[in-house]
């Protein structure tokens, strides 16, 4: 919960990516672990589409929502900004609960 910035201990507000063990290495060789060898090169070149594209078009959509509902200086600018960041993640959770497993295999 504490980083270094210029050679200071600064409080973060949440759990640091080391603290909590979550990797996007340890992601990324999960995702080739559970995929068919044949596919491997094909899924982790969507795997890495889709992250950095994800990364894109969410910083892209924050900015817009941003820019449209007042700019910085207001605050429902950056409720709705944050909202649509909170959307995203209810979409992805959602095609992971509701997409079926067997996706490929028909």
Do not use: H, K
């Amino acid at each position: 919960m504490r980083l270094a910035a210029g050679g200071r201990w600064i409080r973060t507000l949440g759990p640091t990516r080391e603290e909590v063990g979550v990797c996007p290495a340890n992601l990324t060789s999960g995702v080739l672990a559970v995929a068919a060898p044949r596919y491997r090169g094909a899924t982790i070149g969507l795997y890495s589409c889709i992250g950095f594209g994800a990364g894109f078009l969410g910083t892209l959509l924050f900015g817009v929502t941003l820019d449209q509902f007042g700019g910085t200086s207001q605050l429902a600018a950056w409720v709705l900004s944050f909202g649509t960041c909170g959307l995203a993640c209810l979409a992805g959770a959602a095609a992971t609960v509701f997409l079926p497993r067997n996706i490929w295999q028909r």
